[in-house]
């Protein structure tokens, strides 16, 4: 079963950039699109960026669009997400959902991701 753990939030001033990470295990990671999502206080659930099992494609949703750069190291079973150039929009709770693609190197739908982490607190702020 996929189990995912985010970390690397924390305050940063507006500007600033964070790289978060997401570490899975449980499951043969290389079979698995990553997703990131993040939930801003008091708003729903929204889609960040999304890889490929072997990271051959990328997608990214409207927040943080041109300022986000998603990637990944199977070898560490690590998917990161870049944040630059920070705004007080940006402050919400990060997280990370899997998709199972098996062998096949595709990007699934925002909708398909699933086995939430926990997440991680980013904080925008002078």
């Known amino acids: 079963q996929l189990q995912l753990v985010e970390s690397g939030g924390g305050l940063v001033q507006p500007g600033g950039s964070l790289t978060l990470s997401c570490v899975a295990s449980g499951v043969t990671f290389e079979h698995y699109a990553i997703g990131w999502f993040r939930r801003a206080p008091g708003k729903e659930r929204r889609p960040v960026a999304r890889i490929a099992s072997k990271g051959s494609s990328v997608f990214y949703g409207e927040p943080g669009k041109g300022r986000t750069i998603i990637s990944r190291d199977n070898a560490k079973n690590t998917v990161y997400l870049q944040i630059n150039g920070l705004k007080a929009e940006d402050t919400a709770v990060y997280y990370c959902?899997?998709?199972?693609?098996?062998?096949?190197?595709?990007?699934?739908?925002?909708?398909?991701?699933?086995?939430w982490g926990q997440g991680t607190q980013v904080d925008v702020s002078s």
């Open positions: 959902a899997g998709a199972r693609t098996g062998v096949s190197d595709f990007v699934p739908e925002w909708r398909v991701f699933g086995s």
